[in-house]
């Protein structure tokens, strides 16, 4: 079992910087490839942002890449998900989720196994 809590969602203006954080606790975080996902109102979940295990491979959906970044410590347990340059249209619930596979498909979120709760970011025009 792994709980996931997200964390470092606010207001910001276009153009503006937010760093999130998923923080877990339980089972050995190391184990877990961790997502970011995003849900805007009246929209279905959509892939951001992924990393493997050991950080070694990362993922990103094509709306994001060059602006957002993705990364882990394992040894604090937690996955970053920096932003920059932000748009209006980034405006969101981000969630973080946790898979204990190694091979997975990181851009569906059918495959994960744990979710966080959600942070809300909003990016003004």
């Known amino acids: 079992q792994v709980q996931l809590v997200e964390s470092g969602g606010g207001l910001v203006q276009a153009g503006g910087s937010l760093r999130l954080s998923c923080a877990a606790s339980?089972?050995?975080?190391?184990?877990?490839?961790v997502g970011w996902f995003r849900q805007a109102p009246g929209k279905e979940r959509e892939f951001v942002a992924a990393v493997r295990q050991s950080a070694s491979m990362t993922y990103y959906a094509d709306s994001v890449k060059g602006r957002f970044t993705i990364s882990r410590d394992n040894a604090k347990n937690t996955v970053y998900l920096q932003m920059n340059s932000l748009k209006p249209e980034d405006t969101a619930v981000y969630y973080c989720a946790a898979d204990s596979t190694y091979y997975s498909d990181l851009r569906s979120r059918e495959i994960y196994d744990y979710w966080g709760q959600g942070t809300q970011v909003t990016v003004s025009s």
């Open positions: 339980g089972r050995t975080f190391s184990y877990y490839a």
